[in-house]
């Protein structure tokens, strides 16, 4: 068995890029060597800003011998009276290469055929690799791409070198103008040689000798292990923040780690302002003490081995006071005004070209946060709600969030804290923009979560009706982000309020700040469907329900939180054997009734002539009885476990009743109770929709 090391040379790759480049790297060769059958033990990719590699191990020198069956004509064609193969037959076996040993005859419904086993010639791995690689470097999914010289190529970054290594000798791969050697290079600043590999031992432990370690795994636990022996030297505490060590591993070939401080004065600032100017921007790890409170240490990650480690602490210093001071300027600037002051500055803050301003939206937001109250019927202070949503993007125009867009929100909760409005307006301000990614926190308050909803609603319907709807992957807006949020929230707060009420009370009130040349009413079906669609997608991948219960009650229901309850019940009574045959049953019955396209509801009890029917009546009158009962108390368990019991007595029915009788009134009175029937659970779920 053999192994082969690929390594692509490139400018400093962005951060994320990195990532990409290693999935796809590791992917496309798997996926390459599955394809042609071609066996292998381990495969592992790995990189660095910028390199990217992948090495493959206990790799077949070629694929597994293909045993291929094929089929011919029929017996009484290919073989003489004799049982000898006659003149067609011989043309067969030879035009297919098939040896006269291994022809076989092939019983098959239609009757013998001869056949026989064709051994196709297995491919070399190396014909493989070299018909494939660059396929694979250039179908790499980067958000973007560039070129670099006249072959026309694109990539991330420039390609600077290939590394091909197939069993200790070269493999010779050519991309654009690059032909691939046995060389790779060490760290740009600290050792910017050529380093001659045949191996991957090798290639692993010369490029550590020479300020490069490739495997980002083996970085990372460096860079962990640094803090770790900071912040037991100092008596810290460390916040383990996956994210931002994810991003500094991927920024630097050699980490080293540097222990610095900047000034005390700046502990004034708030927390999160602190923080924001360490991790976004410096790409700083910030300290706590054990009590909790921030300190004045920091590490920062040089890419680096210095002569001088207090040369690099003195400009990591450096450079953090030069931020912090702005933002401490910017900060003592913005407490001495009013934040309601800067509303009607968002008059020049545009939303979206055709949507208005910023002042615009925030009027909509106040206007749909009342509406939805009322809508919920909640029992909190709604002038807290309208206040939030008055000062919600006031914010936005402080000096400190112009320097440091991350902060809005926070500032303005800061703000107004500072200014006096109560915790419930001032938590609210930073709680509407939650929740902004998949993984975020959400609001704590109700006053949150509804200032939030409305914010969000209405740069959906705004962009739905403008035509900024997303398509395939592109989502500019973020709405389909959005939509999850509003999504989440709902649920996770148990807020039942009708969505469709919602968006067609926000297209309405669109109506009223500009004309759009759309049907707002099939814009108010698109944006329910569309918020639906993520809800569904949500409990897909989320809570592992299958696409077809999702479509049985989606109609039924627009409360999203009851829609997603009853989704999940419903996917847990699929698996009841009494539900799968009421399911079955259910089928038949709406096969009936559109086969014979009946659509009336009302029968005749005294046209029944047996007791399947008079039982079936019984099952209808109590069950809707029961629905509206249960559906007052939200009780749709015990509705489905009702619908449940329903297997025997719908057996026994069609089992003993032929539903289309000659006497014309009987049958149309059997079509009736069947139609009545399906009705009746069709207004809890169609379960026509659910698939075994």
């Known amino acids: 068995m053999g192994y082969y090391l690929f390594e692509v040379g490139v400018e400093e790759l962005p951060v994320t890029y990195l990532n990409i480049a290693i999935k796809h790297l590791s992917q496309g060769f798997a996926n390459l060597l599955d394809k042609y059958d071609v066996e292998y033990g381990k495969l592992k990719s790995s990189g660095t800003p910028r390199r990217v590699y992948v090495y493959i191990e206990d790799l077949a020198e070629s694929q597994k011998n293909k045993r291929k069956e094929i089929i011919g004509p029929p017996v009484n064609v290919a073989f003489n009276k004799e049982g000898e193969l006659n003149e067609i037959g011989l043309k067969f076996i030879k035009s297919k290469g098939i040896n006269k040993n291994n022809i076989k005859i092939i019983e098959r419904p239609k009757g013998k055929y001869l056949g026989g086993i064709v051994?196709?010639?297995?491919?070399?791995?190396?014909?493989?690799?070299?018909?494939?690689?660059?396929?694979?470097?250039?179908?790499?999914?980067?958000?973007?791409?560039?070129?670099?010289?006249?072959?026309?190529?694109?990539?991330?970054?420039p390609i600077r070198w290939l590394l091909s290594i197939y069993n200790g000798?070269?493999?010779?791969?050519?991309?654009?103008?690059?032909?691939?050697?046995?060389?790779?290079?060490?760290?740009?600043?600290?050792?910017?040689?050529?380093?001659?590999?045949?191996?991957?031992?090798?290639?692993?432990?010369?490029?550590?000798?020479?300020?490069?370690?490739?495997?980002?795994?083996?970085?990372?636990?460096?860079?962990?292990?640094?803090?770790?022996?900071?912040?037991?030297?100092?008596?810290?505490?460390?916040?383990?923040?996956?994210?931002?060590?994810?991003?500094?591993?991927?920024?630097?070939?050699?980490?080293?780690?540097?222990?610095?401080?900047?000034?005390?004065?700046?502990?004034?600032?708030?927390?999160?302002?602190?923080?924001?100017?360490?991790?976004?921007?410096?790409?700083?790890?910030?300290?706590?003490?054990?009590?909790?409170?921030?300190?004045?240490?920091?590490?920062?990650?040089?890419?680096?081995v210095p002569l001088k480690k207090e040369t690099i602490e003195q400009?990591?210093?450096?450079?953090?006071?030069?931020?912090?001071?702005?933002?401490?300027?910017?900060?003592?600037?913005?407490?001495?005004?009013?934040?309601?002051?800067?509303?009607?500055?968002?008059?020049?803050?545009?939303?979206?070209?055709?949507?208005?301003?910023?002042?615009?939206?925030?009027?909509?937001?106040?206007?749909?946060?009342?509406?939805?109250?009322?809508?919920?019927?909640?029992?909190?202070?709604?002038?807290?709600?309208?206040?939030?949503?008055?000062?919600?993007?006031?914010?936005?125009?402080?000096?400190?969030?112009?320097?440091?867009?991350?902060?809005?929100?926070?500032?303005?909760?800061?703000?107004?804290?500072?200014?006096?409005?109560?915790?419930?307006?001032?938590?609210?301000?930073?709680?509407?923009?939650?929740?902004?990614h998949s993984s975020d926190e959400l609001p704590t308050t109700i006053e949150g979560a509804i200032v939030s909803i409305s914010d969000k609603i209405d740069t959906i319907v705004g962009n739905f009706l403008v035509g900024n709807i997303p398509t395939g992957n592109l989502d500019p807006y973020a709405l389909r982000r959005d939509a999850r949020g509003i999504i989440s929230i709902i649920c996770e707060k148990e807020l039942d309020f009708?969505?469709?009420?919602?968006?067609?009370?926000?297209?309405?009130?669109?109506?009223?700040?500009?004309?759009?040349?759309?049907?707002?009413?099939?814009?108010?079906?698109?944006?329910?469907?569309?918020?639906?669609?993520?809800?569904?997608?949500?409990?897909?991948?989320?809570?592992?329900?299958?696409?077809?219960?999702?479509?049985?009650?989606?109609?039924?229901?627009?409360?999203l939180c009851l829609l997603k309850e009853i989704a999940l019940t419903l996917n847990e009574f699929k698996a009841s054997s009494d539900f799968k045959i009421v399911t079955i049953i259910y089928k038949r019955i709406n096969n009936i009734i559109l086969k014979n396209n009946w659509s009336i509801e009302h029968y005749d009890t005294n046209l029944f002539d047996s007791e399947y029917e008079w039982e079936l009546h019984s099952i209808i009158t109590k069950f809707s009885e029961f629905i509206n009962i249960k559906k007052k108390e939200k009780g749709y368990r015990d509705i489905l476990e009702k619908m449940a019991t329903f297997s025997k007595p719908l057996n026994n029915f069609f089992d003993n009743v032929l539903v289309i009788d000659k006497n014309n009134d009987i049958r149309e009175n059997r079509l009736a109770l069947l139609l009545t029937l399906r009705n009746t659970i069709n207004s809890i779920c169609d379960l026509s929709k659910i698939i075994y």
């Open 119 to 157: 051994e196709e010639s297995s491919k070399k791995t190396v014909s493989i690799l070299l018909e494939n690689i660059v396929n694979i470097v250039l179908s790499t999914p980067f958000p973007k791409t560039m070129r670099w010289d006249d072959s026309k190529i694109y990539f991330a970054r």
């Open 169 to 304: 000798e070269l493999l010779p791969i050519k991309l654009g103008n690059l032909e691939a050697d046995i060389y790779t290079w060490g760290h740009r600043f600290l050792d910017n040689n050529k380093i001659e590999v045949y191996r991957y031992n090798d290639y692993e432990r010369k490029l550590e000798e020479k300020f490069v370690i490739v495997n980002k795994d083996k970085r990372k636990e460096r860079v962990k292990d640094f803090i770790g022996k900071a912040i037991e030297k100092y008596d810290l505490s460390f916040e383990y923040d996956k994210e931002l060590i994810e991003e500094v591993v991927n920024l630097v070939e050699y980490p080293e780690g540097v222990i610095s401080t900047f000034d005390r004065k700046f502990l004034e600032l708030p927390e999160e302002v602190l923080i924001t100017t360490m991790k976004n921007h410096q790409k700083f790890f910030y300290l706590r003490e054990k009590s909790g409170k921030l300190t004045n240490r920091f590490i920062g990650i040089s890419n680096i």
């Open 315 to 436: 400009g990591y210093s450096k450079v953090l006071k030069a931020r912090l001071s702005d933002a401490l300027f910017f900060f003592e600037k913005d407490k001495k005004k009013s934040l309601l002051d800067n509303l009607y500055k968002l008059k020049g803050v545009v939303f979206q070209e055709r949507l208005g301003t910023i002042y615009d939206k925030t009027l909509r937001i106040e206007r749909i946060s009342e509406y939805l109250y009322n809508l919920l019927g909640c029992s909190c202070d709604i002038k807290n709600i309208k206040r939030i949503a008055r000062l919600s993007k006031c914010d936005l125009i402080t000096e400190m969030v112009l320097e440091f867009p991350e902060l809005q929100g926070y500032m303005g909760k800061i703000y107004t804290s500072i200014q006096g409005e109560n915790n419930i307006v001032s938590e609210g301000i930073y709680e509407h923009y939650l929740p902004r």
């Open 498 to 559: 009708n969505i469709f009420e919602l968006v067609n009370f926000v297209v309405r009130l669109y109506n009223e700040y500009g004309n759009f040349d759309v049907n707002r009413q099939d814009v108010v079906v698109e944006v329910v469907d569309f918020i639906k669609q993520r809800l569904k997608q949500m409990l897909i991948s989320q809570d592992n329900i299958t696409p077809d219960i999702f479509e049985a009650v989606s109609d039924k229901y627009n409360s």
